[in-house]
Every structure is written in structure tokens, then in C-alpha cells.
């Protein structure tokens, strides 16, 4: 059997192996390219209630550990051990998954292919273009005053900031460790943006693959994808990464952003409390 390359990490919160798109399609991957997945260790963790059943021994990496936090750690917590299994394992690369990912089939050869030639050691990410609800959410570019669509290309080396999502980025161990690894103050919620920004202002640059994944977003949907709880984290996340960074205009520019976002959400959703989140969030 040939290195391990890859730490795979798939986190999981309240959704079976069967029901998650990402572990389905990641098991067809394993048997369509059982070598390559020789290749990758995987860590499956769990943040539901209650841990699964389903063993996963049937699976063909080259390592598997499965493990169910006792308490929603969100994903700062389960990134950061599979960092610290990525450094004891000697990996290189971190792939990033979440359950809601419908994963190309030719995902893992174009991973590999694109590892195995000599990728330049400025590059810290590798992330392919994911679709959904028939337009690109990731990667993008990043403007001053707001994001734009990156165009589509053969697989390059971006010149441009770009942000991206969590799921399916591969991530250079070593590019991530010299940031301190995935910070705790975001442990949910934007941070996959204030980690394409942390590892490019510390002079990395980002690989787009020119593969295509669907991908499900739940802030499309806040009726019935978002619990309010879950929506004051992500606006509590969202200001923070704002003043962190000062992109998007700037505080102020967010502030008029969330009032316009409000009166959206007071006009279009049933729920109203949404929009009132929004409203109260614009004055913090």
C-alpha cells in the first residue's frame, strides 16, 4: 500500500450515515476508487444526541476512527483533531466534509491527480466549485464592498482573495497549523471565511478545481433550515468576522445591510422573530 496522503473529516449533527448525502456518496467513492481511498484515513465526528450503529468497517480507507462528541462541539472542535490525527500521521492535507455535500465521483482523482503534480508550496487550499439551487455558492472572490461569483475556468491557481466553504476543501496541514490551527470563537459559523482569510493574509494562495458538487445551504431556507438559535449564532459570527477583517465596506456597510436583510425577511418569511433577530443584530 502506497502513503497516506489525505486526513478525511466528516462531521456529522443529528443525521444517520443513510441520510447524509456526503457519507453516501463518499461510500461510492470508496468502491469505485477503493486505491486511492487506501490513500486517506477518515474520521467520522459525530455531534448528535445519541452516536450510530452502523459499523464502518466495510469501508476502504486506509484508516477510520469514528467518534461521538458527548455534546454538540460544532466544527472548530472536530477540525482540530483531525489536524492533531493529520500531524501524528504525517498526512500533508486536510479534507474538509460536511453531510450535506453530494460529492463528484471524480472527487479523489482529481485530488490526487492535482497533489501529484507538484503543487506549488504557496498553495494552502484546494477547493472545487459547488453548486446550488442552479447557482455557484463557492468559491468566490472577494470585493470591497461585497463577494463575486469566481468565473469559470480550468483548474488554476487563483491570482484574486477568494473565500470559499468548508465542505470538500483540502486544506495544507502545515498552512493551518502556522495560523494556529481552527479557532473556537468560531466554532460553527463562518468559519470556513475567516479561515480562507487567515491563511491568505499569511501569504497562501488558493486552488480551484475545475470540478463541480451540489451542495445544500440552509440559510436559503430559515423557516425551516435554521432555528432561531442557530440564526443568532451566525449573525454573532457574521459581525465578528466583519470586524476582524473589515471586508464587506466595514462595520457601517453591515449595519445597513442587515436593516435591508430585515425588512426582507419581515416581508417574505412567516416567521417574523427572523427578521427581528436581523433588526436588533444591526444595532450591536
Known sequence: MREMLIQCVVVLYRCSFADSDTMTSLAELCVRHSELAQRMALLVYDNS??????????????????????????????????????????????????????LNPELMPAMFSTLASAVPTEVCAIVPRLMGEGRLLSPQIVGRLHNVDYPAAETEISRSQVTAFNAAACLRVRAVEAIGGFPGEYWLDYLDHVMFHRLQAAGGRVLILNLVMQHRLSVHSLDTGMSLDRYANLLAAEWRFIRETGTGGGPVVHRLRLLKRALSQRMQLKNKAYAASTLRASWQ
Open 49 to 102: 444526541p445519541e452516536p450510530q450503529t452502523e459499523p464502518l468497517d466495510r469501508w476502504s480507507f486506509g484508516a477510520i476512527e469514528y467518534h461521538h462528541a458527548e455534546k454538540n462541539d460544532g466544527l472548530a472542535v472536530a477540525y482540530n483533531r483531525a489536524l492533531s490525527m493529520a500531524r501524528a500521521g504525517g498526512l500533508e492535507w486536510l479534507l474538509l466534509l460536511d453531510q450535506d455535500t453530494v
